[in-house]
């Protein structure tokens, strides 16, 4: 049979309870035994009867096999005996202490509200309020017909009775209605959190998925900033070397070892960028002198001349906005030296306020932005990656036969 699912906590504080009535029970039986010649003191059997009752019930729900067996009847089975029982042998003992008449019933059903009120909760906590009625009525209606056996007159003064079971039976059902409305609530927010934590997952799945994303585009860009410039380098000067072997042999032994420093760079700069992802000459010059170095190697190599304006001081610039600001500017200069054909370069960084700006223009012959596939152009696509990242701006200014400014903007403060 399936098993059923019981609240959080309900079985051990039924077995709790259910525990204290053993111990009152034998309490009681023991006092029994010690003042068993007291006028008025309980029957023994009616004592030892209620000790095994609790004994049974509390061996039931220890016993997990009960549970396992009996699946949704398990609780009902065991709330009935413990609403049941405590009746029964209420009424026998207000039976064998009172004269038999309308008090003795009255008295019971007043004694009862402790002993069932356990259930009552127990109820409430697991079922809904529908049940709570149900449990008000069926106690009430059990006790009544005990009393209407043992009553030798039933009409002497039986209001009273029922005035006592339709007060009992009321203050229940409010009871029981504050415990249902109660444990909704928590069911609503044990919901609502279960929903979060699902959402939260989720949320944290696709996070990491983006964050996967983000750091392979990331590491595209740095190996095309590093790897992919040099190589495109060494080609270059390579290319030089095999015009000039024949003619000038002395101009192409020196450009061989300018491609075999480059080589060596390069690979140094990938390492570099695959261990700490960032550049190495921002960790060992700073970004002015880097950019300055950058900018009169890429002119020098390519034979442009170069204006160059640079801002000394930069104050409050972080790793990762100095990073963006020299691989923009690497991928701008080496596009005006592989594909601008022109002869002149300048390079810009101002820094006034809350203003930051990187401004790399050129006098070659330009192209129609508008027509420039960016999913195949890489270079131009990293550029404006980075650049979004930050919270920057990247402005490409090109028309044909007019040259090219690129432009790098922060205008909030760095």
């Known amino acids: 049979m399936k098993r059923f699912e019981l609240e959080p906590g309900l079985l051990s504080v039924f077995r709790l309870f259910t525990g204290l009535r053993l111990v009152l029970s034998l309490l009681s039986f023991l006092s029994h035994l010690v003042f068993r010649n007291i006028p008025g003191a309980p ?17 039931y729900l220890s016993w997990r096999g009960f549970q396992n067996r009996l699946g949704r009847m398990y609780l009902p089975i065991g709330l009935f005996i413990a609403s049941a029982g405590p009746i029964i042998e209420q009424h026998l003992i207000t039976q064998s202490q009172f004269e038999i008449g309308i008090a003795g019933p009255v008295i019971s059903a007043w004694q009862l509200i402790p002993i069932l009120f356990v259930p009552l909760v127990l109820i409430g906590w697991q079922y809904n309020f529908r049940s709570i009625v149900l449990f008000c009525m069926v106690t009430a209606l059990f006790d009544g017909s005990l009393a209407m056996m043992v009553l030798t007159n039933p009409d002497s003064r039986l209001l009273l009775f029922a005035g006592v079971l339709f007060t009992r039976t009321v203050s229940f059902i409010l009871v029981g209605y504050m415990v249902v409305r109660l444990m909704n609530t ?11 934590n699902t959402r939260l997952i989720h949320y944290a799945a696709t996070l990491e998925q983006l964050a996967t994303s983000h750091e392979r585009n990331r590491l595209a860009r740095e190996l095309h900033d590093t790897l992919a410039h040099s190589l495109s380098g060494v080609a270059v000067q390579l290319e030089a070397v095999k015009t000039l072997w ?17 080589t060596r760079l390069g690979l140094t700069e990938t390492r570099r960028a695959l261990q700490a992802l960032r550049a190495s000459p921002l960790e060992d010059l700073g970004l002015t002198l880097a950019l300055c170095n950058l900018a009169e190697s890429v002119t020098a ?34 596009n005006v030296a592989s594909h601008a054909e022109a002869r002149h370069v ?15 223009s050129d006098d070659g012959q330009g192209f129609e932005p508008e027509r420039v596939d960016l999913l195949n152009q ?30 790098l903007e922060w205008g909030g403060k760095p």
């Open 378 to 407: 890489f270079g131009l696509r990293g550029m404006r990656e980075r650049a979004e990242g930050l919270g920057g701006t990247l402005k490409i200014d090109s028309q044909p036969g007019t040259g090219t400014t690129i432009s």
């Open 346 to 360: 300048r390079v810009d960084l101002r820094q006034e306020d809350s203003h930051l700006s990187l401004t790399i």
């Open 43 to 59: 029957i023994d059997s009616i004592a030892w009867l209620s000790c095994l009752e609790a004994a049974f019930l509390l061996g």
């Open 186 to 196: 928590q069911r609503e927010q044990r919901k609502s959190l279960a929903q979060a």
């Open 246 to 262: 024949e003619t000038s042999p002395g101009e192409a032994h020196s450009m061989l070892e300018q491609s075999l420093r480059t």
């Open 301 to 334: 190599r390519s034979g442009l001349t170069l204006d160059l304006n640079l801002a000394e001081h930069l104050e409050n610039l972080s790793p990762d906005i100095e990073q963006c600001i020299y691989r923009v500017a690497q991928e701008a200069l080496e």
